[in-house]
């Protein structure tokens, strides 16, 4: 009985002693950034928990503060305390935030999985690894939902961009965002310009002119939104008629809310959101977060969280092991903004016109809200 | 019985006084109504009809006030029902008894019965406008929290009133927003969050507070006046610039700590929101002390000193228990602002340190979710809870010092 006790304690030590080894002296706290709703659930679902399951004395502690991200990573910075280890953001945040030096230059093929078949990250990502620090996850779109019961009698559902800017046939107030964005686009779009001309006439002074002024035919049925949920909420009280929101968004109205609300994919506008990790983090825990990352982002990961909601996976080779939503059992690929059906008309948001004209068309638009 | 006999002997005339005033009731009621159905005008005339009608039978059966008012609700009540739904019906029924109301308190005469009897008519007018306002003031306070409470049990995820909710029918309702309010850590940790770093910030701010007041109410302090302002200050500079002075004021002391002393980053997190919350709530519990050391009568500090009791035993024997009221409710104050606070917290916590204010803030933000009404109803609940404790204590406060007979 005597030499039990001291036999015990080396097991343990020795016990604690490999599971440090295969941690590699890694962090056990992380503190993921993330959007909150349900976009976070499923990143916890399909990443978050699992991760866990795996590396059990890991704790992950959520915060909702992406879309203060810049900001708050800026003041962080600036205090010398950064306590975020990996952040999700939009892509044109990210940019943002590597251009300042905030966010942490990778190199995808060293740090991220290769698809199952071999092929590296870069070319399973492809294009949509914008700039030098983003780790991209998912594609969304910002489109519009309507009212189903709302549509007058006699008039077929509104199946057309254009339709938001008609109000003689679709009478009824459109929620839009607070913001030049995708707007403009679209008002030029209804003004008759092409597709493939409207950023070379929104660079110019009268373009701008001409998008604020279709957009001036509906203002009075406006009413501007300036959070994700806005918009669900507006069409659920029935408040507007149509709306632009985040795809993600409308299909948990509509499936999993009941909601009696439409989608209308036309000229939807495609985006990137993804991870970014800060810059200035310790080795510990900066081995934590790449090893976090590692698992997050391998094939079936991103396929995985496709099943809790409808953004479509950034990587080529998650697309065919998307499957069916995890509790109602529907079929997601239909619901995916780049489902062949949904994206016979679509528009990728232009990182590069937007970064050069954000402040001046931001600036116009404001002016021309305020008047 | 009683009630019948409240009729003052000079009545008003029906044409000139009551039917007018009471038909200018109910046409505001009408066209609040007549707004859901986009006719705010016909509304409006459709009230004052009404309203006339009221008066007219009010006047003709003065003694007959009891049916005569469950008719007018009923009849309300039913117009509501054919008209409309449950709801509205609810609606007709509460609106009748407002309008019977008003139209027998100006045909009996009773609402010039409670001002003195050498009022002019315009004394009277001002009295009673002036009860008027009180109560729209009232009224506006809390009649907010009403739909927030009453959306708390919607069956929705959405700030909707379903047509099943106005119908006050059964589906239309449910707890399940209190079920994740209380059964899912998303909320439960931060409530246990709040529930740590409020006590322990009251406690500090309690001691220091208590302190600094009793201090500050001695004659012979220099700079007196300069140091309350100071002490002061955080109520009065805008929350968001303490907040960022807070954040880099904390930043190094935190990293210090964490570096030198090797505490962990949530322990250091939570020393660092204490301190800003403490330094929150120390102006309040100052303020509530220094009133009631106005009250308190000092030669009771020197008959204990003359009697051998030093300064300290003084103080817990003697001054403490007088002003014990001033310090509960400062530190009660002291809570809820800690309780309530999200703007510091937001600065100077970090995610692990996550309050109940702050998951209902970016709740609201990123997800309209009913969970937070039902988080918002509790919360209400503990407030007034911890205001009638306020107010009791008050009350007992008084009762001590004699200043009102019980």
Redo the contacts between chains.
Sequence with gaps: MKFTKPILTTMALGLSATTSLADGHMAS?M?L?S????YQSSQINAYADPYVAMNPGVTI?????S?EAVAKLR??N????I??DVVDVVAADALRLCDEGLAMEIDPDEILAPAPDGTSASDDFGDLLVGDCFIPQIVYSTTFGYRTDMVPAGVEAPNDICDVFDLETYPGMRALEQRPINNVEWALLCDGVAKEDVYDVLATEEGQEQALAKLDTIRDSVIWWS????T??LL??GEVFMGSTYNGRLFAAIE??G?PIGMMWDAQVFDLDGWIIPEGLSDERLARALDFIYFATDTQRLADQAKYISYGPARLSSAPLVGQHATLGIEMAQHMPTDPANAANTFLYNYEFWADYRDDIDAKFQAWLAQ | MAKKMLIAEKRPDLLRFTMPLTALLAAMFGFVGGNMAAQPMLGALIGALVGCAIAFVAETNLMRRTQVRWGVIAVLAIAGLVFGNVGTAVSGAIIGAVLSWTAYWLATGAYGMTVPIYYTPAQTLWHNTFKFICGLIFFFLVAPLIPVMWLSFNAEDFFTFTPEMLNFQAEGYSLKHYRDFLGTDEWMVPLKNSLIIAPIATIISVTLGTLAAIGLSQSHVPGRQAIMAILISPMIVPLIISATGMFFFYAPLGNWLEATLGLSQSFVGFVKVILAHAVLGIPFVIITVTATLVGFDRSLTRAAASMGANPVTTFFQVQMPLILPGVISGGLFAFITSFDEVVVVLFVGSAQQQTLPWQMFTGLREQISPTILAAATILVIVSIMLLTTVELLRRRSERLRGLSPA
Excluded: Y
């Design positions: 706290d503190t950034v959007w909150g709703g349900a502690t959520w915060d909702e503060s879309a003041a962080m600036e205090a010398g305390s306590t975020w959070a994700g949920a806005d669900p909420q659920a009280d999993e809310q909601q």
